[in-house]
């Protein structure tokens, strides 16, 4: 038998992704708020988008960053939303996220 000897502590990338996208490569919940993490692709400032998912309102702007993660905080308890993340002209795709308590990470 071979051992497999490459480990990548990279965070996981599906082989399908686009190149030019933002990838949202970790959504962690909490019981008001979802910490998001991406891929960074250079940008100077990244501004992230939210609305309670399956309404027709305009996403709203949860704030900026300089960093390849952010908090969006101050949301309602057990509740999906969906968000995306934007700059220089790219877009991550639509994420879901649902908050609430959750019993680890992993």
């Not at 949202?24 to 008001?32: F, G, K, L, Q």
């Not at 991406?38 to 702007?61: D, K, M, N, Q």
């Amino acid at each position: 038998m071979i051992g497999y000897n490459q480990w990548s502590y990279h965070p996981y990338c599906p082989p399908l992704w686009e190149a030019g996208d933002i990838y949202i490569c970790r959504i962690a919940p909490d019981a008001s708020a979802l910490h998001i993490e991406w891929l960074p692709v250079g940008a100077a400032e990244y501004s992230i988008h939210y609305r309670v998912r399956g309404t027709e309102v305009p996403f709203i702007l949860a704030g900026t960053t300089a960093q390849a993660e952010f908090d969006l905080t101050g949301l309602e308890a057990d509740t999906d939303y969906e968000f995306y993340v934007a700059a220089d002209g790219k877009r991550s795709r639509i994420r879901l996220g649902r908050t609430g308590h959750f019993l680890g990470s992993v």
